[in-house]
């Protein structure tokens, strides 16, 4: 009798009993694939401002530019939590008063992610702009052997979201959920702050 067999007839006989959340399939599958168990980063739009050839730049800030100073970092994984080192990642958001740059490439870039599956940027914080409800910076992200991902990066500070966004997150239409909402830690001199935001990416396997 196998792990999953054992499992299957303990809770069958009363020997083992769920909580109503769980149900026994998904406890079978995480017991035999301990690993397999992060989601997927959900879809988001793509939106109309995508360009192709982004230059290949980790620095989207100019010394000057207006808006807060962010920097956002992170993973690029597999549903089993295994790092995708070299995964493309193509990024492009407004300027800090709400323009993207249709004519050049300020603010866009194309970066890969190293050994550890680790990413990193510095930018500012996007602003608002009409026909948008939630500041956002936008992903294209691909990996030999997984989905290709297009979503968006919305921050937990977004003034929208009123102190809550996992009660307020679909104030903005396209936001389909909570998870792309991601907290803000202010770092740095009080007279040079600086935003970090945490953001994994989990690509499906095809």
Known sequence: MNRRELLAKCAALGSLTLVPSLALPDVLFAWEEPGKNMKPTPWNEVGPFYKRNAPRTTHLRAPGDAGLPVTVS????????????GAAIEIWQADHHGRYDIDGYRYRASLLAGGAGAYRFDSVMPGH??????????????????????????????????????????????????????????????KAIVAAVTFEVVLERL
Do not use: M
């Open 129 to 190: 702009y009409p026909g948008r409800v939630g500041q956002h910076i936008h992903y294209l992200v691909s990996a030999p052997g997984h989905k290709s991902l297009t979503t968006q990066l919305y921050f937990a500070t977004d003034p929208v979201f009123e102190g809550d966004p996992a009660r307020n997150y679909s104030r903005d239409p396209l936001i389909q959920s909570s998870d792309l909402v991601r907290p803000v830690v202010l770092q740095g001199d009080p």
């Open 74 to 85: 992170g993973r690029v994984l597999d549903t089993r939590g295994d790092a995708l080192p």
